[in-house]
């Protein structure tokens, strides 16, 4: 049976692990703003790129029925950007952010699951375990 000092320093060990758990739900937060400004990026991007391609159609049809050198320049000027995508160095910081995050995530979740360990599973009435898979 338990005594009462020790159910206090397993409540305590729970409230603990409770407010590592929450800690671990605000790196999520900003694990998910981190992905929505990459995400944005590449949308912007992939909308970009299909405006570029109705231009160059746009220009090759006109080629079809007078061919001027101003259009082939055009044309050959708006072909390198086609279909490449670089990160700005802003998005390129975001993606270190996120595997900072996602590590510190799992070391929040070792130290959930090692104090989670310090408590008994039976015994005490408001017992209950927490489990969170690895990232």
């Not at 070391?107 to 690895?134: C, D, F, R, V, W």
Request: proline fraction near 1%; aromatic fraction near 6%.
């Amino acid at each position: 049976m338990l005594k009462v000092t020790d159910a206090y320093e397993f409540v305590h060990r729970k409230i603990t692990r409770n407010k590592v758990l929450m800690e671990i739900y605000k790196l999520y937060e900003d694990l998910l703003e981190c992905e929505i400004i990459l995400k944005s990026e590449l949308q912007s991007f992939y909308k970009n790129q299909q405006n570029e391609l109705r231009l160059m159609n746009d220009i090759e049809l006109l080629q079809t029925t007078e061919y001027t050198l101003e259009r082939e320049n055009t044309i050959n000027n708006i072909m390198p950007t086609i279909g490449i995508f670089k990160l700005s160095s802003s998005s390129i910081d975001i993606k270190h952010k996120i595997v900072d995050i996602k590590n510190m995530i799992n070391e929040k979740i070792n130290i959930m699951n090692n104090i989670q360990e310090l408590i008994p599973i039976e015994g005490i009435a408001t017992n209950y375990q927490l489990s969170l898979l690895k990232k």
